[in-house]
């Protein structure tokens, strides 16, 4: 689709009131529905995932189905973690991708479900937009208790039903990879793993880069031969890249997560120029002023062969 003519987008902070919000993206128009309730920061838009999903935009190529390769059987597939209102996931879907968009049930069950059905269009061609599927995933629950079954939860603390395959545990002892069991279930390996604006608790940090972690060595471990590269030009040992925009609204905690990810668990980091970002705003008609955005860093992490062969150090 062509750039959209119309007005581009309003930086995140000046929509905070406004419950339901109009976002411009590649010329259709996102109807986001938001809450500023306090019971939760993820149920608002937040100025990381604009950026995010414009620096998508302007990087990724159109993905039809099949990747346009006929050995190819499945689309590029993503996951997000944090997803809050859907934008990022919405954005990748229009670009051909096929999304798990994650969150937490408060912000599922809020925000997140109702927007992607919101503006999912019924019957729109397989070929135009990649599916979405949303399910709950905790950071804090270790990965060795994750399940790809469940098409409700990756990893959720309580109780789940009794008839929900579990067999993580075994598929890590075998040294193999959880497959799906059910094509509308989306699981590893992922081509793309993003984050956005989920840098800002000195306590999240460590259970965000192990979720990290996991999934890019799971993406490392697989030997499908479906699994394509990276669509984005950092290509890695585990044939997945990280996107982690974040504010710099406290550069220590941001500084302290970058060094995490590179001394324990084993990434390399890479941060986005900031022109490349400017350049992807303007094409995305975002006329914002310098200072809406230039607190706004992207980086990109790429998972080491080292790294994907420790586990939690």
């Known amino acids: 689709m062509p750039p959209s003519s119309s007005p581009g987008p309003l930086p995140a902070h000046e929509t905070k009131h406004l419950p339901l919000l109009s976002h411009p993206f590649r010329g259709e128009t996102f109807h986001l529905a938001q809450r500023a309730d306090g019971t939760t920061n993820g149920t608002a838009l937040w100025l990381g995932a604009q950026c995010l999903a414009a620096f998508l935009a302007d990087t990724l190529k159109f993905q039809k189905g099949g990747n346009g390769n006929a050995k190819q059987t499945r689309r590029m597939r993503a996951v997000e973690l944090g997803s809050g209102v859907g934008l990022c996931a919405l954005a990748l879907s229009t670009l051909g ?3 798990l968009a994650t969150d937490l049930p408060p912000v599922i069950n ?7 059905a919101r503006n999912t269009p019924h019957g729109y061609p397989d070929a135009e937009r990649g599916r979405i599927k949303v399910r ?9 208790q994750w399940t790809w079954a469940d098409p409700h939860a990756v990893a959720l603390h309580g109780s789940r039903p009794d008839n929900v395959l579990r067999d993580t545990e075994q598929a890590q002892k075998s040294g193999r990879v959880e ?8 699981g590893p390996p992922f081509d793309l793993i993003l984050t956005a604006d989920t840098l800002y608790a000195p306590e999240a940090v460590h259970p965000l880069l192990r979720t990290l ?24 040992a585990a044939s997945t890249s990280l996107s982690t925009p974040n504010a710099r609204r406290d550069p220590q905690l941001v500084d302290r997560a970058l060094a995490d990810a590179s001394a324990v668990w084993g990434f390399t980091t890479e941060r986005v120029p900031h022109r490349r970002l400017a350049r992807a705003l303007e094409r995305a008609g975002a006329q ?15 998972l080491t062969a080292d790294g994907a062969r420790s586990g939690e150090r």
Request: proline letters at 9%; zero cysteines; aromatic letters at 8%.
């Open 288 to 302: 914002w002023d310098k200072a809406d955005w230039e607190g706004v860093e992207i980086w990109k992490l790429a």
């Open 213 to 236: 972690h996991a999934l890019a060595s799971a993406a490392s471990s697989s030997s499908s031969p479906t699994s394509p590269a990276p669509s984005t030009s950092h290509a890695t």
């Open 110 to 116: 809020g925000v997140l479900a109702p927007n992607v």
């Open 136 to 144: 709950a995933l905790d950071w804090t629950v270790p990965p060795e």
């Open 179 to 186: 497959v799906e069991r059910d094509a509308n279930i989306l």
């Open 97 to 99: 991708w096929d999304v």
